[in-house]
């Protein structure tokens, strides 16, 4: 579940890759086009912050990041996530109350299971052989290291 990850809601549920947006087209914020990722999700929390990032996106590689797209995309995204919990809640024998999610907890439930997806193959390495996770250094790299 690197920053490429792509995210999607199917079936009532978030899902984080395996499918990737790749280098290009790149994530919604790189400018080609690209579907919504992982990175994308940093870049609406401010964990990726485009301003501290060179000018190389876009067609012509020489633009920053674009928070505005990924900011609609996430509206759109957030949108039907919520047009689709109201009528799965609505058509259910069960009355249930609706949480309409916003956009930022949206975004954030992604990178809880990029984490999880990511977190889940170093458990099964250490901990679940034996070893200690806190006595050891765990060196991260790749677009989603950081989170």
């Known amino acids: 579940a690197g920053g490429g990850s792509r995210l999607f809601f199917t079936n009532n549920m978030f899902a984080v890759g395996p499918e990737s947006a790749g280098a290009h087209p790149g994530p919604v914020c790189y400018r080609k086009g690209g579907p919504?990722?992982?990175?994308?999700?940093?870049v609406l929390l401010g964990r990726i912050q485009p301003h501290l990032f060179p000018a190389?996106?876009?067609?012509?590689?020489?633009?920053?990041?674009?928070?505005?797209?990924?900011?609609?995309?996430?509206?759109?995204?957030?949108?039907?996530?919520?047009?689709?919990?109201?009528?799965?809640?609505t058509s259910s024998?069960?009355?249930?109350?609706?949480?309409?999610?916003?956009?930022?907890?949206v975004a954030y439930g992604f990178i809880k299971i990029a984490n999880e997806a990511m977190a889940r193959p170093i458990r099964n390495l250490t901990t679940m052989k034996g070893y200690d996770a806190t006595q050891h250094t765990l060196a991260c790299f790749g677009g989603a290291g950081p989170q």
């Open 36 to 42: 919504l990722a992982v990175t994308d999700a940093n």
């Open 56 to 89: 190389i996106f876009g067609r012509n590689e020489d633009e920053p990041l674009d928070h505005l797209a990924t900011l609609q995309a996430f509206e759109e995204l957030t949108q039907r996530i919520n047009t689709t919990l109201a009528a799965t809640a």
């Open 93 to 105: 024998s069960s009355p249930q109350q609706h949480h309409s999610y916003s956009v930022d907890e």
